[in-house]
Every structure is written in structure tokens, then in C-alpha cells.
């Protein structure tokens, strides 16, 4: 009976020897194969954002490829790592990985001892209106990220295993599902560069026939502000407006402009004073005259205005897409405007008035269209993970104005452009009508006024395919600044 206990004992022995002998292998040896019963650390290495398209179906983002080295806290990766990086580079490689995990770094090409990725980056003009750190699509496509990691197995001390280089995981990564975008590559490209003179402010491109959004600008590059969609000072733009008003209520008014109208205490004056003599409704807009639209809208009314305003978007939320509500412009109450100072403000577009570009261009497309207002669309079609297209239809239209309204008003933008102040955006080939601003902000740079500045134009004038809006922030005059953007877009639009 002694001697079975002992022969117990000693196999007892032998096998928690034989266990801690197997345990302190595991725990000082680097030399083992790698198992799946381990414990495992996962590194990402890449996550980006939902796939979007232009509408010929080429990316707009996650367009790129580049390299990534991804480095364990090894001594082999730490040799094999110094013919790639420079001193610098391996002095922050080397700090970092002294936390004990892997890290990963940009490399130029792939290479075959270090574990290299490809990895998708974006170089894109349109980063204000797709990322989700400037509020955009990205927020609203309903898509999950995109993820790209490595997972590596670590031993019970935590501590990542020699002959493991890890496992890649990709979830939807690669995938091809994503949003088309009413975007048109080459028109984006063509805004872009005639763009180059605006160092703050945004271009918007529309199908004048059906609202698509065809290209939006924003400047500067670096900005997170998705300034076509933002609400600012519009000035004399809005004129588009009070005059569609006048024509749907059958107003022919007439006055002459002395340089200045006093109404109430307040004065107001043209630009530079200018006297520009007896007018109608056309000769006013060309002059872009303040003291005639004052008086118009003191003869119109509050409620004709407002009425017609809403009528072509102003004052209603956009719903571009999914949940992505836009407040495009903001209108001033039915209280501010009992005021007569308030309500001659709004004649010429200032005071408590506030609008989007993407608002204004949609004006535009609404006089372009016949009067008929079509909600301004972003998101053509869904495409699907195999690659097929699903079009996601946008039947969302309204009649605003009589079609003998958009008529006039055309002919009367024609006018700005051959005879008035918008003459800076004429080409002898390319023929448009338009609309300059130059809209006072109530913000002031060391006692000087910062101004906003305008065009809202349709081309071609006669029958219209585009609705351009060129806005420059602390600019100088529509005329200045923005006539000659959009006339470079029009003479390469359509190449």
C-alpha cells in the first residue's frame, strides 16, 4: 500500500513537472508555433469611410492606394526596418514600440520582411461635403465603415509570439457597395480650377433642368465648413426673388432713383451713390438699383414676398438625404417685417435674411425650369456589394411661379449681363444670365466691413442646362470677384 502512495507521488510529480517545464517554455522560449487557443491582440489598421461614386461611377473617396509597414516589437522587425526609415523615422518607430505592440507605419513600396499592407486613402475635392468631421454624407449614408486590421496572438504574459505575423482582417474594406453621387467628375474638376482666385468662399454647379447637385467648391481646401449648404448675408441676389414676386402679383412698378430713399429715419443708398434715373423692373435689376427694390417691397408687401419666397425654398428645410436636413436660409418673422426698416431691408436681400448658395442655385434651377421647383438631389443610386445600381428616384417637384414669370425674369437676368452690372461674366461664345451681390456681413476687420459677394447664374441664357453660384467671402464686388469664375466654367463646361 506504501509503495502505491509513493508511486502516486512521484507521477503526481513528474507531471506538474512536466507542466511548469512546458509553461516556462512557452513562457522564456521565443521559438514556437503559433495556436489558436491563445489569446489574441487585435491592431487596426485602417478604418475609412463609406464608399461614394461620381455619377460616371469612378470613386470620389477611398480612391488611392498607399503602403503601410505594420511593426512588431521584435528584434527582427527592428532590423529588418532600418534600410526603409531614416534616422528620425526609426528613433519615433523605436520609442513607440517600446509600449510592447505593434505599430503601423507609412512605407513607400511593399516590401518582403516586413508585413506590408495596401491600404485606401482619399485625395478628393469634395472632403467638406462626404467626411463625417464636416457633418457630411458620411454621416447619413446608413453604410458602416470600412475596416482593415491585423490580429495577433499573444501568450499568457501578454507578449506577442516570434513566429507570428499576423492574420488580416478586413470587414467590408474592399467591398464595392456604396452611394453614387449626382456629382459629375469633370464639371467638379472644371469648378475647381476656375476656382483658384477664391481664397473663402464656395462654387455650386446644378442641372438646371432637374436640381442635381453636379459640383460643389469649398475654399479654402482645408476647411471642415460645408459652405455651400451654409446660411450667409445674400444682398442683391435675393432680388431674383422680389422680383418673381412682382411679376406673379402683376406689379408694374416704376420709380426713379435719386442715389438714395429715406424710409421712416433710415436712409438708404445705392452702391457708391449711384443715380441711376427712372427705372422698371428690368432697368432695376441690371442696375442692381437698392433704392428701387426698397420701394418695391414696401409697394409689394410682407405677405407677397414671404409667399413667393417659400414658394421657391426659402425659409422650408432640405431633406438632401436619409436624415440629412439642411435649414437652407432663414427668413425674417412675420413680426420683424411689420417694421418698414425690416421689410425694406429683405427688398434688397439684407437685414434679418440669411441663405445657402445650394438655396440660391436652387432658385435659379426653379426659374430655369418654368417655375417649377424640384428639390436639389445629392444621391443617384445606391450601389450594391456585387456592383449593380439601384437609382433612387427624386420625385419631390412643386409649381412656384407661373411659367410667364421664369420667361421675364430670364430675359430681365439676360439684361444684367449685356447691359448691367453682372457684364464681367459675358463671352462672346458662351452667353449666360445672372445676378450680382455684394452683401454687407455687420462683421468688421479693423473698422472695415466685411463683404459677401455674389453671381447666381444660368447657362446658356435661352435655354438654360446649368445653374451656377460663385460666393467669395470679404470680397470685393460680385462683378470682381465672382463674374469671372463663373465665366471661366462656362467656357469649359461642356469641352
Given at each position: 500500500?506504501r509503495?502505491?502512495?509513493?508511486?502516486?507521488c512521484?507521477a503526481?510529480?513528474?507531471?506538474?513537472?512536466?507542466?511548469?517545464g512546458?509553461?516556462?517554455y512557452?513562457?522564456?522560449s521565443?521559438?514556437?508555433?503559433?495556436?489558436?487557443?491563445?489569446?489574441?491582440?487585435?491592431?487596426?489598421?485602417?478604418?475609412s469611410e463609406p464608399?461614394?461614386?461620381f455619377?460616371?461611377?469612378?470613386k470620389?473617396?477611398?480612391?488611392?492606394t498607399e503602403?503601410v509597414?505594420?511593426?512588431?516589437?521584435?528584434?527582427?522587425?527592428?532590423?529588418?526596418?532600418?534600410?526603409?526609415y531614416?534616422?528620425?523615422?526609426?528613433?519615433?518607430?523605436?520609442k513607440?514600440?517600446?509600449?510592447?505592440?505593434?505599430?503601423?507605419?507609412?512605407?513607400?513600396k511593399?516590401?518582403?520582411?516586413?508585413?506590408?499592407?495596401?491600404?485606401?486613402?482619399t485625395h478628393?475635392?469634395l472632403?467638406?461635403?462626404?467626411?463625417?468631421?464636416?457633418?457630411?454624407?458620411?454621416?447619413?449614408?446608413?453604410?458602416?465603415?470600412?475596416?482593415l486590421s491585423v490580429n495577433?496572438?499573444?501568450?499568457a504574459?501578454?507578449?506577442f509570439?516570434?513566429?507570428?505575423?499576423g492574420?488580416?482582417?478586413s470587414?467590408?474594406?474592399?467591398?464595392?457597395e456604396?452611394l453614387?453621387?449626382?456629382?459629375d467628375?469633370k464639371?467638379?474638376?472644371?469648378?475647381?480650377?476656375?476656382?483658384?482666385?477664391?481664397?473663402?468662399g464656395?462654387?455650386v454647379?446644378m442641372?438646371?433642368?432637374?436640381?442635381?447637385i453636379?459640383a460643389?467648391?469649398?475654399?479654402?481646401?482645408?476647411?471642415?465648413v460645408?459652405?455651400a449648404?451654409?446660411?450667409?448675408?445674400?444682398?442683391?441676389?435675393?432680388?431674383?426673388?422680389?422680383?418673381?414676386?412682382?411679376?406673379?402679383?402683376?406689379?408694374?412698378?416704376?420709380?426713379?432713383?435719386?442715389?438714395?430713399?429715406?424710409?421712416g429715419?433710415?436712409?438708404?443708398?445705392?452702391q457708391?451713390?449711384?443715380?441711376?434715373?427712372?427705372?422698371?423692373?428690368?432697368?432695376?435689376?441690371a442696375?442692381?438699383?437698392?433704392?428701387?427694390?426698397v420701394?418695391?417691397?414696401l409697394?409689394?408687401g410682407?405677405?407677397k414676398?414671404?409667399?413667393?419666397?417659400?414658394?421657391?425654398g426659402?425659409g422650408?428645410?432640405l431633406?438632401?438625404?436619409?436624415?440629412?436636413?439642411?435649414q437652407?436660409?432663414?427668413?425674417?418673422?412675420?413680426?420683424d417685417?411689420?417694421?418698414?426698416?425690416?421689410l425694406s431691408?429683405?427688398?434688397f436681400?439684407?437685414?434679418k435674411?440669411?441663405?445657402?448658395?445650394l438655396?440660391?442655385?436652387?432658385?435659379?434651377c426653379?426659374?430655369?425650369?418654368d417655375g417649377?421647383?424640384?428639390?436639389?438631389?445629392l444621391?443617384?443610386?445606391?450601389r450594391?456589394?456585387?456592383?449593380?445600381i439601384t437609382?433612387?428616384?427624386?420625385?419631390?417637384?412643386?409649381?412656384?411661379?407661373?411659367?410667364?414669370t421664369?420667361k421675364e425674369?430670364?430675359?430681365?437676368?439676360?439684361?444684367?449681363?449685356?447691359?448691367?452690372?453682372?457684364?464681367?461674366?459675358?463671352t462672346?461664345?458662351?452667353?449666360?444670365s445672372?445676378?450680382?451681390?455684394?452683401?454687407?456681413?455687420?462683421?468688421?476687420i479693423?473698422?472695415?466691413?466685411?463683404?459677401?459677394?455674389?453671381?447666381?447664374?444660368?447657362?446658356?441664357?435661352n435655354?438654360?442646362k446649368?445653374?451656377?453660384?460663385?460666393?467669395?467671402?470679404?470680397?470685393t464686388?460680385g462683378a470682381?470677384?465672382c463674374?469671372?469664375v463663373?465665366?471661366?466654367?462656362?467656357?469649359n463646361?461642356?469641352?
Amino acid at each position: 500500500m506504501r509503495k502505491r502512495i509513493v508511486s502516486l507521488c512521484v507521477a503526481a510529480s513528474l507531471f506538474f513537472v512536466g507542466i511548469g517545464g512546458r509553461i516556462g517554455y512557452i513562457v522564456f522560449s521565443r521559438n514556437y508555433n503559433v495556436s489558436d487557443s491563445y489569446n489574441s491582440y487585435k491592431l487596426t489598421v485602417d478604418i475609412s469611410e463609406p464608399q461614394f461614386y461620381f455619377n460616371d461611377g469612378t470613386k470620389i473617396n477611398n480612391n488611392v492606394t498607399e503602403y503601410v509597414a505594420v511593426i512588431r516589437p521584435t528584434n527582427d522587425d527592428l532590423r529588418n526596418i532600418q534600410k526603409y526609415y531614416s534616422s528620425d523615422e526609426l528613433s519615433t518607430i523605436t520609442k513607440s514600440l517600446k509600449e510592447g505592440y505593434p505599430i503601423v507605419r507609412l512605407i513607400d513600396k511593399p516590401v518582403a520582411d516586413i508585413k506590408t499592407l495596401e491600404v485606401n486613402k482619399t485625395h478628393s475635392t469634395l472632403t467638406q461635403l462626404i467626411s463625417s468631421q464636416s457633418n457630411g454624407l458620411a454621416n447619413y449614408a446608413q453604410m458602416p465603415k470600412r475596416e482593415l486590421s491585423v490580429n495577433f496572438h499573444i501568450d499568457a504574459m501578454g507578449r506577442f509570439l516570434a513566429g507570428d505575423r499576423g492574420r488580416v482582417s478586413s470587414v467590408d474594406y474592399n467591398s464595392q457597395e456604396g452611394l453614387v453621387l449626382t456629382i459629375d467628375s469633370k464639371i467638379q474638376n472644371v469648378a475647381v480650377q476656375a476656382a483658384q482666385s477664391i481664397k473663402s468662399g464656395c462654387v455650386v454647379v446644378m442641372d438646371a433642368k432637374n436640381a442635381k447637385i453636379l459640383a460643389v467648391v469649398n475654399k479654402p481646401d482645408s476647411t471642415y465648413v460645408n459652405k455651400a449648404f451654409e446660411k450667409y448675408a445674400v444682398g442683391s441676389v435675393f432680388k431674383i426673388a422680389v422680383a418673381a414676386a412682382a411679376l406673379e402679383n402683376n406689379i408694374d412698378f416704376r420709380f426713379t432713383c435719386t442715389g438714395e430713399t429715406r424710409v421712416g429715419d433710415t436712409t438708404f443708398s445705392c452702391q457708391n451713390n449711384r443715380n441711376h434715373g427712372a427705372e422698371n423692373l428690368e432697368a432695376a435689376l441690371a442696375n442692381s438699383c437698392n433704392c428701387y427694390f426698397v420701394n418695391l417691397a414696401l409697394e409689394l408687401g410682407k405677405d407677397k414676398i414671404i409667399t413667393t419666397a417659400k414658394k421657391l425654398g426659402f425659409g422650408t428645410a432640405l431633406n438632401l438625404y436619409n436624415n440629412w436636413n439642411l435649414q437652407t436660409s432663414h427668413l425674417p418673422s412675420d413680426s420683424d417685417l411689420d417694421s418698414k426698416g425690416e421689410l425694406s431691408l429683405l427688398g434688397f436681400g439684407q437685414g434679418k435674411l440669411l441663405a445657402s448658395p445650394l438655396q440660391i442655385c436652387s432658385t435659379l434651377c426653379t426659374v430655369a425650369n418654368d417655375g417649377t421647383y424640384i428639390r436639389p438631389s445629392l444621391v443617384y443610386a445606391k450601389r450594391e456589394r456585387n456592383g449593380s445600381i439601384t437609382e433612387i428616384k427624386n420625385n419631390n417637384s412643386v409649381h412656384a411661379v407661373s411659367k410667364d414669370t421664369s420667361k421675364e425674369l430670364r430675359d430681365y437676368l439676360r439684361t444684367v449681363v449685356t447691359d448691367g452690372t453682372g457684364a464681367n461674366a459675358e463671352t462672346l461664345r458662351h452667353l449666360s444670365s445672372g445676378k450680382t451681390a455684394t452683401a454687407q456681413t455687420g462683421q468688421f476687420i479693423e473698422n472695415r466691413e466685411i463683404y459677401n459677394t455674389w453671381f447666381a447664374g444660368l447657362y446658356p441664357y435661352n435655354e438654360p442646362k446649368y445653374a451656377i453660384v460663385v460666393m467669395c467671402e470679404d470680397g470685393t464686388s460680385g462683378a470682381a470677384d465672382c463674374c469671372p469664375v463663373f465665366r471661366t466654367i462656362v467656357e469649359n463646361i461642356d469641352k
